[in-house]
């Protein structure tokens, strides 16, 4: 799904005049990178907000419509209102079809409900890392990465080697050699339920 961003060029700069379009309900921001210049930007916060909620937004290649002009772009860094979470300024980075990019990208897990480490053991999943920075080129960029706990035993981890990458893309963590843990499944206290419940029933009779 291609999300595309209008903007407008901004012409007054400072904070005094930001501070005027986020009244006017606008966002202030630039893009920069590639071989052109930096270009500050506003846009409606209205319509931006709408686009920003969404996951997508924070990991996928965008175009920018600046003005009837398009290009791709990644989503930089951002600034929010720490009381009213609206957007206070947003940058965004050019992206070239010929050049690798590394960019952040949320990890999506499967399966837990039917992990043996849940279901069997009774144990509790620990997400380590919820995101992962990936290198590849911009039309190699995944919205997200799965991982699959169908087979996680209690007291087991999934580590980065252990994931299925699209093609085209790599762990940046991996390939400087850190093979981190994901996600793991953690051994209940004092062992499930169930195995509870029969030392309970058993010991009754003894204590008689």
């Known amino acids: 799904m291609e999300i595309i961003i209008q903007a407008k060029k901004r012409e007054s700069k400072g904070t005094g005049a930001s501070r005027r379009l986020r009244r006017a309900g606008a966002v202030p921001g630039i893009v920069y990178g590639g071989d052109k210049d930096a270009v500050s930007l506003e846009f409606d916060h209205k319509n931006l907000f709408l686009q920003f909620r969404h996951e997508a937004f924070h990991a996928s290649i965008l175009t920018l419509d600046?003005?009837?002009?398009?290009?791709?772009?990644?989503?930089?860094?951002?600034?929010?209102?720490?009381?009213?979470?609206?957007i206070q300024h947003i940058d965004f980075q050019r992206v070239s079809a010929t050049e690798k990019i590394h960019v952040k990208v949320p990890l999506h897990f499967i399966n837990a409900e039917i992990a043996p480490g849940v279901k069997l053991a009774g144990?509790?999943?620990?997400?380590?890392?919820?995101?992962?920075?990936?290198?590849?080129?911009?039309?190699?960029?995944?919205?997200?990465?799965?991982?699959?706990?169908?087979?996680?035993?209690?007291?087991?981890?999934?580590?980065?080697?252990?994931?299925?990458?699209?093609?085209?893309?790599?762990?940046?963590?991996?390939?400087?050699?850190?093979?981190?843990?994901?996600?793991?499944?953690?051994?209940?206290?004092?062992?499930s339920a169930a195995t509870d419940e029969a030392a309970s029933d058993e010991a009754a009779p003894a204590a008689e």
């Open 66 to 86: 600046l003005e009837g002009k398009k290009e791709s772009v990644l989503l930089r860094d951002y600034q929010l209102h720490p009381v009213r979470n609206t």
């Open 123 to 191: 144990g509790i999943v620990a997400h380590i890392l919820t995101e992962v920075d990936v290198s590849c080129l911009a039309k190699d960029l995944p919205e997200f990465i799965e991982v699959d706990l169908a087979n996680l035993e209690a007291g087991h981890s999934i580590h980065l080697s252990e994931i299925k990458l699209p093609k085209g893309v790599e762990f940046v963590q991996l390939a400087h050699g850190e093979d981190s843990a994901v996600v793991s499944i953690a051994k209940p206290r004092g062992g």
